[in-house]
């Protein structure tokens, strides 16, 4: 049975400052998605990482993927405060014709000015 | 092009009473899942279609059912709601082929308190 972890799941960090959320899954996954929730809202699709080594960046946020490992990371490189949501991964488990996701839990970023 | 949308927004019911939460989209996404959002529980799966006509249980199926009549069109249902199905549910579609490699995409969530 597939289980997804992230930690941590609570980060408070100042403003310019880096960190990096972590994402480790329990059994093989091809496909790894992170995911932005800002309260109240809907998910907003950030990256889709689809093979190991994968790396992708959009602004101040970087995501990699270690299938060897099973992890998955998110790096937030000088903080603002616009990066304040709830950050969740999710793998997906099975293959052909299922595509189900298996979130973690998320993690709730907080950045003070 | 709306995306994804759910209907009701918000919804209050008394134990024992039934509704439907309608989700629609005009992506012509072949796939489509149901979650429920819990606080410090993430999203789980409770039912998803690989396509029109066809339905599957998830993680949390039971209290819950799902018809897929029409392609754009995921039904959820509540024959008889329970304390434990307060939550925000949410709607999801996705390609069955593509780039970007399954992307779900989300819809707004709907508000479900049972009393």
């Known amino acids: 049975e597939l289980k997804v972890e992230q930690n941590p799941l609570f980060l408070s960090m100042q403003e310019g400052k880096n960190y990096t959320i972590y994402c480790n899954y329990s059994?093989?996954?091809?496909?790894l998605y992170w995911y932005r929730q800002d309260p109240g809202k809907s998910l907003e699709s950030l990256f889709v990482?689809?093979?190991?080594?994968a790396v992708k960046q959009e602004g101040r946020l970087m995501a990699s993927l270690d299938t060897k490992a099973r992890l998955s990371t998110l790096h937030i490189t000088a903080a603002v405060h616009d990066l304040s949501a709830t950050y969740f991964c999710?793998?997906?488990?099975?293959?052909?014709?299922?595509?189900?996701?298996?979130f973690g839990t998320g993690t709730l970023l907080a950045v003070q000015p | 092009n709306a995306g994804v949308t759910q209907t009701p927004k918000f919804r209050v019911l008394k134990t024992g009473q039934s509704m439907t939460l309608l989700c629609a989209q005009d992506?012509?996404?072949?796939?489509m899942y149901w979650y429920r959002q819990d606080p410090g529980m993430g999203l789980r799966l409770i039912h998803y279609?690989?396509?029109?006509?066809?339905?599957a249980k998830g993680e949390v199926p039971d209290g819950y059912n799902v018809s897929r009549l029409k392609k754009q069109n995921f039904l959820l249902g509540l024959e008889s709601a329970a304390p434990s199905q307060t939550s925000v549910y949410f709607c999801?579609?996705?390609?069955?082929?593509?780039?970007?490699?399954?992307?779900?995409?989300f819809g707004p969530g709907t508000r479900l308190t049972v009393t």
């Open positions: 059994t093989t996954s091809d496909r």
């Open positions: 990482l689809l093979s190991n080594g």
């Open positions: 999801a579609s996705s390609y069955r082929f593509g780039s970007r490699g399954y992307e779900q995409y």
């Open positions: 999710a793998a997906r488990i099975g293959g052909g014709a299922t595509n189900k996701l298996i």
């Open positions: 279609s690989v396509g029109e006509g066809t339905t």
């Open positions: 992506m012509n996404h072949e796939y």
